[in-house]
């Protein structure tokens, strides 16, 4: 890859392996790279360990979202969702397992897929995107089962609460509506926008960040970034962050977000700001927690460049990998 496209990458998506010991990153060129933690954390590294190990095409278009099972790494693209192992990946063996369309109404259609999360609870994968539906597929049969209809525009995030038998998702349209995953009803729907404390015109009212911790609901876009309790479904804490947050993990007693401007934020659960932690690229889409491993346990943050920063303490980088 040429400079010209080195300047021009943006990473979308990140995910760790199961073991813990690698990093997946998916970029807009259709890129899939794959990072070794091991070597980049040890003593001895050197500047060639802060490069992918393997890097492969996936997808004709950017890679939206990435996210593992137990031993498979799952990745969506333009209309399509791809498996591969990670075993076999690790392995530098690069062959998807399968690669599914969902149901579209049109096989003109060629929707972007922007997130997706899995239901352990039905071991089914749930993939939101640009045809404003949320497609449920069963991985063990490996087919689409149902679409839950509802929004009136695109799919930005998707989240489930599994204990609940919930999905959420929020869109373009503004509303964040909650499922029930086994009528495939919409029980909720949340515009956030139309909440004072959050609304945001200038910004526009769609969400671009969900995630949910048991009763609680994080979510943001163009309305401010807010804290919702599910039960009573009202906003408990608003914050303060400039610019639309793109992602968004509650860690602890708080909470890390990301979004337009190069830093993660701390969060506290009441609404302040601890701190503003500097990263490398000016504008950021992804930040991951690697709990899979203790040796191995980071942050990392992409964006708008091709690199993605480590955090070994999360108030302060550590060091970057690059594509």
Known sequence: MGPVELLHMSVFSQSFSPCGRFLAAGNNYGEIGLFSLSAALSPEATAANQKPVLTFTAHEGPVFSLLSTDCHLMSAGNGEVSAWSWAELIKKNVKPLWTKRPNYKSSLEIPEINSMAVSLRDNSLIVGGGDNNVHVMDLEHGVFKSVLQGHSDYIHCVSVREREGEILSGGEDGAVRVWDSRTGQSVHCIEVYKYQSCARPQFGKWISCLTTDSDWMLCGGGPSMSLWHLRSLSPTSVFPLSGCQRNASFHQDMILAVGEGAFVSHCLLGGDIK????????????????????????????????????FTNLSYRAFSLSF
């Open 275 to 310: 701190a503003q932690i500097p990263c490398t690229p000016q504008s950021l889409n992804t930040l991951q927690l690697n709990t899979n491993s203790s040796e191995h346990r980071v942050l990392t943050v992409g964006g708008s460049s091709n690199h993605i920063d480590v």
